[in-house]
């Protein structure tokens, strides 16, 4: 849900339900690499709730498409990690010898 001015949409808080600091610690990383972005941060209201909220102001471009930009970033980013840590894996498990297991009986 988004939370802003109609008359200026540089200025927006976006609240993101059933969510806590792992993804809104890592938005606002993204976030705050942008040059657009003059201001980014977020709050979770109460501990016992999942509710995040996240804050970006723009130097001038809607708040919204830079959030929306953040997000497309931040999944390429794990998409990678996930690509990388997957290549590794197959890499060491083809490098190891195959060790028998023996089971007792």
């Known amino acids: 849900m988004e939370h802003g001015s109609l008359t200026d949409e540089s200025s927006s808080t976006f609240s993101v339900i ?4 792992t993804l809104a ?15 980014c941060g977020y709050s ?11 804050r970006v102001q723009t130097t001038g471009d809607s708040a919204k498409d830079v959030l929306k930009d953040a997000l497309h970033d931040l999944v390429a980013m794990c998409q990678h990690v996930r690509s990388t840590f997957d290549t590794s894996v197959t890499d060491f498990k083809a490098t190891q010898p195959t060790k028998k297991m023996e089971v007792d009986k």
């Open 25 to 39: 610690n890592s938005v606002r990383f993204v976030l705050n690499q942008d040059p657009r972005v003059s201001f």
């Open 44 to 54: 979770i209201p109460h501990p016992s709730d999942n509710n995040v909220n996240i």
């Open 18 to 21: 059933d969510e806590d600091h």
